[in-house]
């Protein structure tokens, strides 16, 4: 099973920018779906980006929110999903995940749709 773990948050002025990374412990490469969900306080956990081993599937997918400021990218060398967040709003604040499932015609947008999660690392935007 593999896990994953979360790094790279932490506290930002609104306007800056901040790297996560999402090591997991095994090859992910091109047979798993992975992507960053967050959880803001009283809300459900939503998706922010995507990624997809197959490009007829979009490759890259972001949540409106966040488009044109999130940059969502992997590694297979290192088995290292990375999110670049630019411009950043206080909207933007929460605990986030990475999550990582088997590809299996699809990735899923929903928390449903991903059995393996990293715990979570706390991003704070300030205004």
């Known amino acids: 099973q593999v896990q994953l773990a979360e790094s790279g948050g932490g506290s930002v002025q609104a306007g800056g920018s901040l790297r996560l990374s999402c090591a997991a412990s095994r090859y992910t490469g091109n047979r798993h779906c992975m992507a960053w969900f967050r959880q803001s306080e009283g809300k459900e956990r939503e998706e922010v980006a995507r990624?997809?081993?197959?490009?007829?599937?979009?490759?890259?997918t972001y949540a409106d929110s966040v488009k044109g400021r999130f940059t969502v990218s992997k590694d297979n060398a290192s088995n290292t999903l990375t999110l670049d967040m630019n411009n950043q709003n206080a909207e933007d604040s929460g605990m986030y995940f990475c999550?990582?499932?088997?590809?299996?015609?699809?990735?899923?947008?929903?928390?449903?749709?991903?059995?393996?999660w990293g715990q979570g690392t706390q991003v704070t935007v300030s205004s």
């Open positions: 999550a990582t499932e088997e590809y299996r015609g699809y990735c899923a947008r929903e928390v449903g749709g991903y059995r393996h």
């Open positions: 990624i997809s081993p197959d490009s007829s599937d979009g490759r890259t």
